[in-house]
């Protein structure tokens, strides 16, 4: 589905995003006359409160794509122990952390919970960790967080915030097993510059639901990257507002899914205020029968946001035959003045010609495979500027397509 409107969507029967849905209508209103259930991403309705958010029965547009049956831990409102998850933070010198209680500033400047596990966890994390980053601070190492699971169920809300004019890079690393719903707040306030890089490595049983909320202010840049290699299911959501006049937004995503295993993000870009840019690049490779990816990516240039210069695209290799790959590009546009806005999405199996090119130069077919699948995937990992990390993930990738080639050499 592709939408692209150059009117805001107004309409007689036009659902109040504060109200609570029940089987994709509101309260009080009988069946034959319900409305279609919300399509339009920015009103989807949101609460703090759990009981407003109906258990998902697989139809709603942001849930008709995710195996709900995995998920039936991380939709009970139920307390859960707080040593499932072992966390460790290593931060240089001047990186202000501590716990905020709800309703203690800046928790809930951004956030505002979308669906039920989010609910959940807003509920559930009676005292959120922060990390911030002090006013004109530049930090010459990142933030590494570390985050290990030892088995159960997890609720956690995260706190990020990059006073103005700070520079800083942040990583979370998600390793172990464990059926997480996480709720990452993000803020970047006027003139700073984040970087924020969430890998999710864990193991093959682990669930992981995560919902990622960041504004962006007045000439300051977040670039999020998303990387999914590891656990049974993973959703990684993240939803940037580029609220300040010259903010700009870099949203990346890379995802490797294996035999059985479900990864997944549905990524919007709210250009809100005015001469704001955008980039969203996602890349996914797959093999292995039931491998399954799931992009949806929506991108909404509001009435106020003229000179906006914003472009999304999604590309999907797939390796095997047995694997899928859902692509779902959305662009919503309010205003005529803009320099630009586009989106693509593809999906295909391997270049014929690229192969040909490389064997004819005396490459074996394994290791031209090797070189297309690493190419595809590289540009993703050359974007996150840290030269350890990268080649970690290099190695991760390779050491993919080496169990892709052994199980291949022993069918």
């Given at each position: 589905m592709t939408t692209a409107t150059q009117t805001p969507a107004a309409a007689e029967g036009h659902i109040d995003p504060a109200a609570r849905l029940v089987d994709g209508r509101q309260p009080g209103i009988p069946a034959s006359d319900a409305f279609v259930p919300v399509q339009t991403r920015s009103e989807r309705p949101t609460s703090f409160?759990?009981?407003?958010?109906?258990?998902?029965?697989?139809?709603?547009?942001?849930?008709k794509h995710t195996p709900l049956k995995a998920l039936a831990a991380l939709l009970r409102d139920e307390p859960a122990p707080h040593d499932v998850i072992a966390v460790?933070?290593?931060?240089?010198?001047?990186?202000?952390?501590?716990?905020?209680?709800?309703?203690?500033?800046?928790?809930?400047?951004?956030?505002?919970p979308e669906d039920l596990p989010s609910a959940i966890a807003w509920h559930q994390e009676e005292f959120a960790p922060l990390i911030r980053i002090p006013q004109d601070v530049e930090l010459d190492e990142p933030v590494v967080i570390r985050l290990t699971g030892r088995g159960g169920v997890a609720h956690a809300h995260v706190v990020i915030e990059a006073q103005p004019h700070s520079r800083a890079t942040v990583i979370l690393r998600h390793e172990g097993t464990a059926q997480q719903a996480q709720n990452l707040e993000v803020i970047v306030r006027d003139g700073a510059a984040l970087t924020l890089v969430s890998l999710q490595?864990?193991?093959?049983?682990?669930?992981?639901?995560?919902?990622?909320?960041?504004?962006?202010?007045?000439?300051?840049s977040l670039t999020h990257?998303?990387?999914?290699?590891?656990?049974?299911?993973?959703?990684?959501?993240?939803?940037?507002?580029?609220a300040g006049a010259g903010a700009d937004g870099k949203l990346y995503g890379l995802a490797f899914s294996d035999a059985?295993?479900?990864?997944?993000?549905?990524?919007?870009?709210?250009?809100?205020?005015?001469?704001?840019?955008?980039?969203v690049l996602y890349k996914s490779a797959l093999q292995g029968a039931g491998a399954r990816t799931v992009w949806i990516g929506d991108v909404l240039i509001g009435p106020d946001a003229t000179g906006t210069d914003s472009y999304e695209a999604n590309r999907n290799l797939v390796l095997t035959e047995g694997a899928r790959a859902d692509s779902i590009p959305n662009l919503e546009i309010e205003?005529?003045?803009?320099?630009?806005?586009?989106?693509?999405?593809?999906?295909?199996?391997?270049?014929?010609?690229?192969?040909?090119?490389?064997?004819?130069?005396?490459?074996?077919?394994?290791?031209?495979?090797?070189?297309?699948?690493?190419?595809f995937l590289a540009e993703i990992v050359q974007k996150i500027g840290i030269e350890d990390l990268q080649n970690e993930l290099i190695e991760a990738i390779e050491a993919e397509l080496a169990l892709s080639a052994s199980a291949e050499a022993s069918a």
């Open positions: 409160d759990p009981a407003d958010f109906p258990a998902p029965l697989g139809t709603e547009v942001n849930w460790e933070v290593s931060a240089p010198e001047g990186v202000e952390q501590r716990r905020l209680a709800i309703g203690e500033s800046p928790r809930g400047e951004v956030f505002r490595r864990w193991d093959d049983d682990a669930v992981h639901l995560a919902a990622h909320q960041a504004r962006v202010d007045r000439d300051a990257v998303v990387v999914s290699l590891g656990g049974g299911i993973v959703r990684v959501n993240p939803s940037v507002e580029l059985g295993q479900h990864l997944e993000s549905q990524v919007y870009l709210h250009h809100k205020g005015p001469h704001t840019t955008g980039d205003t005529g003045d803009i320099l630009g806005a586009g989106h693509a999405s593809a999906t295909g199996r391997f270049d014929d010609e690229q192969l040909f090119y490389l064997q004819a130069r005396g490459i074996a077919e394994d290791e031209a495979r090797r070189l297309v699948v690493l190419g």
